[in-house]
Nanobody, 125 residues
């Protein structure tokens, strides 16, 4: 059973940086499309960034140029480096793994089968 475990959230002022980590336990992270998502109360979960098994990345328009997704397959760990944070980035952040190597086959949150517990990111102005 693949179990992502997210960590690294916290509180930061606008313009600051945080790095989220996600340990992908029980499976080889190199075999999956991995993604970061976020959700605020009353809103649907939205995709932030994805990385395919070959390292190809995609980003939501709202975070392009500020966030970077990466992975260390040897450590089975996924990362999200978040720079120039804005109050609008405040949310619960989740990491997830899809049963596909290529993220083109997982365009929606519902395409991801394995989810972590979430880590809170709060950005104050």
């Amino acid at each position: 059973q693949v179990q992502p475990v997210a960590s690294g959230g916290g509180s930061v002022q606008a313009g600051g940086s945080l790095r989220l980590s996600c340990a992908v336990r029980g499976g080889m992270s190199g075999n999956y499309c991995l993604g970061w998502f976020r959700q605020t109360p009353g809103k649907e979960r939205e995709g932030v960034a994805r990385i395919s098994s070959d390292g190809t990345t995609t980003y939501a328009d709202s975070v392009k140029g500020r966030f970077t997704i990466s992975k260390d397959s040897a450590k089975n760990t996924l990362y999200l480096q978040m720079n120039a944070l804005k109050p609008g980035d405040t949310a619960m952040y989740y990491c997830a793994a899809a049963g596909f190597k290529n993220c083109r086959y997982a365009p929606r949150p519902t395409d991801f089968a394995y989810w972590g517990q979430g880590t809170q990111v709060t950005v104050s102005s």
